[in-house]
Nanobody
Framework: VQLQASGGGLVQTGGSLRISCAAS????????VGWFRQAPGKGREYVARIKWSGGSTNYADSVKGRFTISKDYAKNTVFLQMNSLKPEDTAVHYCGVTRVVWSSSSDETYYYSWGQGTQVTVSS
């Protein structure tokens, strides 16, 4: 499965963005889909994940209460709604997939099929 992330942009502190992760050449069926982000000079950081079958979700503490991950079966797409954005949310946001057990699926090393990422920039 190939992934395409989109929807990033420039927003002011406190603003909102919704980014998307669309699958092609396959479906998300049986996968967990995760969002990770990488700021300049830093490693890739876990943001959120969703189990395609069943819909379990989980968030990093840094985004809990501000971000919401969701899915659209018909569009074969996972969304990340980001509200109350802060300058520290500035990063390239990537989506990936994994079939590892749920308890391990916040670890980026288990993910693959990374898309090209989408830049989110939050100005202060």
């Amino acid at each position: 499965v190939q992934l395409q992330a989109s929807g990033g942009g420039l927003v002011q502190t406190g603003g909102s963005l919704r980014i998307s992760c669309a699958a092609s050449g396959g479906t998300f069926s049986s996968y967990t889909v995760g969002w990770f982000r990488q700021a300049p000079g830093k490693g890739r950081e876990y943001v959120a994940r969703i189990k395609w079958s069943g819909g379990s979700t989980n968030y990093a503490d840094s985004v809990k209460g501000r971000f919401t991950i969701s899915k659209d079966y018909a569009k074969n797409t996972v969304f990340l709604q980001m509200n109350s954005l802060k300058p520290e949310d500035t990063a390239v946001h990537y989506c990936g997939v994994t079939r590892v057990v749920w308890s391990s699926s916040s670890d980026e090393t288990y993910y693959y099929s990374w898309g090209q990422g989408t830049q989110v920039t939050v100005s202060s």
